[in-house]
């Protein structure tokens, strides 16, 4: 008999082109791209009218920051979700979207990449005490970040992306024993995401604040991510994105109601 499953993993996949309060978000490439957008603005699906706003915007924003690490166009993410960023409620909202993006990037970059980069090149030097670690060869240095990854890649991204991480159905993403084909090629893509995603920001915090210290640089380094045609590629698209909430349902049509978290049995 297999390992009894946790009562809070989930038994289905739900994708972001399932989700309601993505509706409007599902064809989106970039945030501060809008034009990209096509066919008619979707507003919130009926079934949320329990839920303020706030809580829409608080849960849909972790997706674009986990997608392009920024919330730019606070004003267009509002009106995008159905919202209307005239009001004062709403304006007032395009204000915490940015405080909300500040607090996250200082979590990912500051509690844990720094911290981390600079563990792992103190492991390396207590290994190699000959050697300078400045001394490797990039191909030699992104080695040391992804030995550390692939010890236990859902570990590392759930501490890497800890403030938004939660909008990924996890569990699934890092489940290689899903039986239809789709889901198993949408889960890697989303495995390949995370994990250069990881190995960028090893390089970016290596090189500007271990190396040198130029902490806006790496800021800004952090924020043009998905303007960089390399890792752009690997980006999925919101409707590719396994979706999990505690706060909202993400079923089309089914009742919303505020969930308890399920205890680990």
């Known amino acids: ?29 970039d945030p501060r791209r809008f034009e990209d957008f096509y066919g008619d603005k979707i507003g919130r699906d009926p079934a949320l009218a329990a839920f303020t706003n706030e809580e829409v915007l608080a849960e849909a924003s972790k ?25 004062n409620e709403d304006a007032a909202l395009v204000k915490q979207l940015g405080a909300r993006r500040s607090q996250w990037q200082g979590v990912i970059l500051n509690k844990f990449f720094l911290l981390h980069v600079k563990e ?20 030699e240095r992104q080695q040391v970040w992804m030995v550390a ?37 949408r889960m890697k893509a989303v495995r390949i995401m995370l994990r250069n995603k990881y190995m960028y920001g090893c390089e970016i915090t290596w090189e500007n604040r271990v190396r040198s210290e130029k902490k806006d640089t790496c800021f800004n380094a952090w924020v043009a991510y998905a303007g960089i045609p390399d890792f752009a590629s690997t980006l999925v698209a919101v409707a590719d994105m396994p979706i999990t909430s505690k706060l909202l349902s993400v079923q089309l049509g089914s009742e919303s109601k505020k969930s308890k978290v399920v205890p680990e049995m």
């Open 1 to 29: 008999m297999g390992p009894k499953r946790k009562r809070d993993e989930p038994e289905t996949i739900t994708y972001g082109s399932e989700v309601p309060w993505l509706q409007s978000l599902v064809h989106m490439k």
């Open 63 to 87: 997706a674009l920051y986990l997608l392009h690490h920024h919330l730019d166009n606070g004003g267009e993410i509002l009106r995008h979700l159905g919202f209307d960023s005239r009001t």
């Open 120 to 139: 792992l090149v103190r492991k390396w030097h207590v290994a190699n005490a000959w050697r300078e670690f400045s001394s490797l060869s990039a191909e």
């Open 149 to 185: 990854y692939d010890e236990d890649p859902k570990r590392m991204a759930t501490s890497m992306f800890k403030p938004v991480i939660g909008i990924l159905d996890i569990f699934n993403t890092f489940n290689h024993d899903l039986d239809l084909e789709v889901d198993k090629t």
